[in-house]
Antibody, heavy 119, light 111 residues
Framework: QITLKESGPALVEPTQTLTLTCTFSGFSLSTSGVGVGWIRQPPGKALDWLTVIYWDDDKRFSPSLKSRLTITKDTSRNQVVLTMTNMDPVDTGTYYC???????????WGQGTRVTVSS | QTVVTQEPSLTVSPGGTVTLTCASSTGPVTSAFHANWFQQKPGQTPWALIYSTTNRHSWTPARFSGSLLGGKAALTLSGVQPEDEADYYCLFYYGGAQGMIFGGGTKLTVL
């Protein structure tokens, strides 16, 4: 059974860097074809795809956010870490991580973690 | 910048059939986009329904089906139930530097 869980601060101040961790079980990020992605959703708005890291350490980023995002993996600890720099109130929302394969899509999501950007 | 477009809202009667679509600003949608569809109810995490354009997950009710229709990806709900009232999102895989992009979502009302 695949599960993922996001963790990190609920509140960050404007201009600070956000660091979120996705801890997963039920799969290995060293298995060919597997990726872990991050998605966010501002309150009352649509889903917004941010980034994905693959088993081979290949990474893809949303073009509009690429300069602010970093994604890394720790295969031994079953964790993926997302950092987003220069946070702004418009970055407020729920941040999700998800299990991705090209064959099965973004099939399992974490429960999400709410992040508020405010001073 | 690439944009994925969905109908903002649709209304369907219980027991009816409705089709939601997703278009890409890059041109006709093909199987190479590996369209995914998700359902999200208020206050809940999105729930995967369809992957690779046409494939249902093991947990997806048979009344949900995915297809390509007129150059778009489509999600058809047949025999709509009241509990199908939700927001629906598509996700396209572009590969390359673009990665993936969600559509803006369709709010489906069952009335």
């Amino acid at each position: 059974q695949i599960t993922l869980k996001e963790s990190g601060p609920a509140l960050v101040e404007p201009t600070q860097t956000l660091t979120l961790t996705c801890t997963f079980s039920g799969f290995s990020l060293s298995t060919s074809g597997v990726g872990v992605g991050w998605i966010r959703q501002p309150p009352g708005k649509a889903l917004d795809w941010l980034t994905v890291i693959y088993w081979d350490d290949d990474k893809r980023f949303s073009p509009s956010l690429k300069s602010r995002l970093t994604i890394t993996k720790d295969t031994s600890r079953n964790q993926v870490v997302l950092t987003m720099t220069n946070m702004d109130p418009v970055d407020t929302g729920t941040y999700y991580c998800g299990h991705w394969t090209l064959s099965d899509g973004l099939d399992v999501w974490g429960q999400g973690t709410r992040v508020t950007v405010s001073s | 910048q690439t944009v994925v477009t969905q109908e903002p809202s649709l209304t369907v009667s219980p027991g009816g059939t409705v089709t939601l679509t997703c278009a890409s600003s890059t041109g006709p949608v093909t199987s190479a986009f590996h369209a995914n569809w998700f359902q999200q109810k208020p206050g809940q995490t999105p729930w995967a329904l369809i992957y690779s354009t046409t494939n249902r997950h093991s947990w997806t009710p048979a009344r949900f089906s995915g297809s390509l229709l007129g150059g778009k990806a489509a999600l058809t709900l047949s025999g709509v139930q009241p509990e199908d009232e939700a927001d629906y999102y598509c996700l396209f895989y572009y590969g390359g530097a673009q990665g993936m992009i969600f559509g803006g979502g369709t709010k489906l009302t069952v009335l």
